[in-house]
């Protein structure tokens, strides 16, 4: 299921006479937003976090096409990541996608309690980077 904020279309000019213009179209299969996901609790095995990461006009291509962050962007990412293990079930896992652009990914981390599990970076610069964790409520006996 794939959820957004949005749903739109756009045609986008990069003002080229028509070099790398683009249509976007942002159709999710529910309209919601991550920091308050109209979902049970507990009911995804898997869930894949790819928040907007720039800090961008709203009129701006990234912005139109990826969504920006607003100035309450440390609640927002700590709310949407509270929600993405709400709806997780017991050892289900979250798959995060950062990229550093800006805002490096350790202060992205401290905005959740949780530890990863491990990391991978990629994309021709390294700053993207896919995240690993998993929900684990139970305790080992000792």
């Known amino acids: 299921m794939y959820v957004d ?3 739109e279309k756009h045609f986008i000019s990069r003002g080229n006479k028509g070099v790398d213009n683009r249509h976007r ?21 898997l869930v894949v976090f790819d928040p907007p990461h720039l800090k961008l006009g709203r009129k701006s291509y990234f912005a139109q096409i990826y969504g ?15 929600e993405c293990f709400r709806v997780l079930k017991e050892d289900g ?3 995060f996608k950062w990229s550093e652009s800006d805002i ?9 309690p949780v530890k990863p599990l491990f990391g991978h ?10 995240v690993c964790f998993m929900k684990t409520t139970h305790r080992s006996k000792k």
């Open 5 to 7: 904020i949005r749903k």
């Open 25 to 45: 179209h942002i159709l999710p299969d529910k309209v919601m937003d991550f920091r308050k996901l109209d979902l049970p609790d507990n009911s995804f095995s």
């Open 68 to 82: 920006s962050l607003e100035n309450t962007w440390k609640d927002d990412i700590t709310k949407g990541f509270a």
């Open 93 to 95: 896992v979250l798959i």
């Open 104 to 112: 490096l990914l350790r202060e992205i981390l401290a905005l959740t």
């Open 121 to 130: 970076r990629s994309g021709k610069a390294q700053k993207t980077h896919w």
